[in-house]
């Protein structure tokens, strides 16, 4: 089965820096990469995602690129605010699959 | 649109009892999913339902759990007996169909076993 590992763990950054988490995948056969934002005590939030016939996406301050070739995908946060302070989730499900993998999650903490 | 709603947000049942946990997916979803969160092993997914009908409950852990979906718009999640080390948040997603599309999670229930 699909094995997705998240890199870093934790990430601290400045208000105003840019924050990037990254992820690999193992299956080649995957083709649709959700990223997920889950703050203290709700649900993980659908924040974006691309499918592999893109290889960048933007909306606002946050953008995905993919790399099939190499496997992995990242998450980029532009102009941090405390409020994007959160556990971030990549995934990612094969074709016509329900399933989703997800990595164990970065935890991000934007310094005021 | 409400989004997910699951009932109740808190649980807390002494070991031995029957939890039953409740999930009403987003109006017009056919797909709908319980994924049980944990420290140890993060996001997992439980049973996966689609048009109301049970298509993989692989994750399911032990014959103690058990999944119904009577109607496309109510789903639950049954413990009997509850043990400890099924402390853990369970959280109900729906999305539009299978495949490639947008899974939208509940809020979730914190369940606690003592």
Known sequence: GENVEQHPSTLSVQEGDSAVIKCTYSDSASNYFPWYKQELG???????????????????????????????????????????????????????????????GTTVTVRA | DAGVIQS??????????????????????????????????GLELLIYFNNNVPIDDSGMPEDRF?????????????????????????FCASSLNRGLYEQYFGPGTRLTVT
């Not at chain 1, 290889?55 to 990242?74: M, Y």
């Open chain 1, 42 to 104: 709700k649900g993980p939030q659908l924040i974006i995602d691309i499918r592999s016939n893109v290889g960048e996406k933007k909306d606002q301050r946050i953008a995905v690129t993919l790399n099939k070739t190499a496997k992995h995908f990242s998450l980029h946060i532009t102009e941090t605010q405390p409020e994007d302070s959160a556990v971030y989730f990549c995934a990612a499900s094969s074709r016509n699959d329900y399933k989703l993998s997800f990595g164990a």
């Open chain 2, 8 to 41: 109740p947000r808190h649980e807390v049942t002494e070991m031995g009892q029957e939890v039953t946990l409740r999930c009403k997916p987003i109006s017009g979803h056919n797909s709908l999913f319980w994924y049980r969160q944990t420290m140890m092993r």
């Open chain 2, 66 to 90: 058990s999944a119904k979906m009577p109607n496309a718009s109510f789903s639950t999640l049954k413990i009997q007996p509850s043990e400890p080390r099924d402390s853990a948040v369970y």
